[in-house]
């Protein structure tokens, strides 16, 4: 992530820390439910056979390159769909 996400995260948690601690702790269960996420969606890509991994960045380019942004997506979503329900990861 950003570095100045980073740095307005830890401001945010330490003014709330001091003014609104209730705030605070819901913010930490979330970055911790957000890290879970992360750490999920990290494993299920490597645990994924090397022949059935989507390469997200690289179809994404070339349908936004091949077909524009509005469309390029639209088809990039029907075919991530398509290929999850093959298997790929």
Do not use: C, D, N
């Not at 601690?21 to 979330?30: K, M, Q, T, V």
């Not at 750490?39 to 299920?44: A, K, P």
């Amino acid at each position: 992530m950003k570095f100045w996400f980073w740095v307005i995260l830890g401001i945010w948690l330490i003014i709330s820390y001091y003014l609104i601690p209730g705030l605070f702790w819901l913010s930490i269960l979330f970055i911790i439910i957000w890290a879970f996420y992360r750490l999920y969606r990290f494993l299920e890509h490597q645990m994924a056979p090397p022949g059935k991994r989507i390469k997200h960045g690289l179809l994404r380019g070339h349908l936004e390159q091949e077909y524009g942004t509005k469309e390029g997506g639209k088809l990039y979503k029907e075919m991530t769909t398509a290929l999850r329900k093959k298997g790929y990861r």
